[in-house]
């Protein structure tokens, strides 16, 4: 079930999102839906980093191996 929230920006977000609607010829739903997904997903990916950062026990590899198990 969808849901609705409001959001307040600054008249320059704000204009910046309309010309980007007008120039993908989308409505603002449209891309801030798509902006706010991608913004999740690459949260995501940036805590999964961090996570293996901090993990002590993960093993490091250099480039060189990473390329080498990717057989590249």
């Known amino acids: 079930m969808p849901h609705t929230i409001s959001l307040r920006l600054q008249d320059s977000t704000f204009e910046n999102l309309d010309k980007l609607c007008r ?3 989308r409505n603002k739903s449209y891309i801030i839906k798509k902006a706010l997904n991608q913004y999740i997903s ?12 901090r993990n002590k026990d ?3 590899i250099s480039s060189d191996e990473m390329r080498n198990r990717l057989g590249l």
């Not at 690459?42 to 950062?53: G, P």
């Open 42 to 53: 690459s949260y995501a990916d940036y805590q999964i980093a961090l996570d293996r950062l």
């Open 58 to 60: 993960d093993e490091i």
């Open 23 to 25: 120039e993908l010829e």
